[in-house]
């Protein structure tokens, strides 16, 4: 089970730093298979704007874009994704930059180079969802709301400063009241002394629910 730092704070009250929030979890929960910060997933990856869009002279699929990414020059970026259109924000990976899903899911992780790609120089990566390891969708490039500041490190714009802990689902088999981030975080508050309150929204479920 994977479960953000940042929200069992925030539902317990809780100001311990994350890594006693981690050694208490090893100490008194059960087994954490591993815990890093996400934050250093995602460097040297900055909002970006679409300024410029052609169709790649030889490729039915590639789109070449002209971005700005917050420095003085616009970079040229070649992507197989034709449905962007100038004045979108999206993700801009660095040359240097690694995509974040492969830091997880390859023994390898990849780090972007600047590249030909049919003939056309491409320095750096526009992202999918997938590729930023936010949902499993690929298809296309994600496109960021439209007040997203250019120049702005992605981490810092989503508020990914956050540590997740993988705890080994066998240490909860018998906790069954642990299997969520509200119970998880309820464990965690008696553990350290604090005062738990259920949210509203947990207390009354329905409240929201139009008929």
């Known amino acids: 089970m994977q479960t953000s730092i940042n929200l069992l704070k925030q539902f317990g009250n809780i100001t311990e730093p994350s890594e006693k929030i981690v050694e208490l979890i090893k100490t008194q929960i059960g087994a954490v298979e591993n815990s890093r ?7 040297d990856i900055v909002v970006a704007e679409i300024v410029e ?4 002279p030889d490729s039915d699929k590639l789109g ?11 970079i ?5 994704d034709r449905t962007l259109n100038v004045g979108d924000k999206v993700a801009y990976l660095k040359p240097g930059a ?3 899903y492969s830091i997880s899911s390859q023994a390898e992780p990849l780090v972007i180079k600047e590249i030909k790609l049919r003939g056309v120089m491409s320095n750096g990566m526009l992202a999918s969802e997938r590729e930023l ?3 499993n969708k690929h298809e296309n490039v994600f496109k960021l709301p439209s ?3 250019i120049g702005v490190n992605l981490s810092e714009y989503f508020e990914l400063n956050d540590t997740v802990v993988d705890i080994e689902n066998k240490a909860l088999t018998n906790r069954g009241d642990l299997f969520s981030i509200i119970g998880l975080s309820r464990e965690l508050t008696a553990i350290t002394g ?10 009354s479920p329905n409240t929201n629910l139009k008929v």
Request: aromatic share 10%; charged share 25%.
């Open 37 to 43: 910060n996400i934050e250093n997933d995602y460097n």
């Open 53 to 56: 869009k052609e169709n790649h």
């Open 64 to 74: 070449i874009y002209q971005i700005n990414h917050g420095e003085d020059e616009t």
């Open 76 to 80: 040229q970026v070649v992507a197989g």
């Open 98 to 100: 690694t995509v974040p």
């Open 133 to 135: 390891n936010i949902s």
């Open 147 to 149: 007040d997203a500041p």
């Open 194 to 203: 604090n005062r738990f309150e259920s949210p509203d929204w947990y207390r």
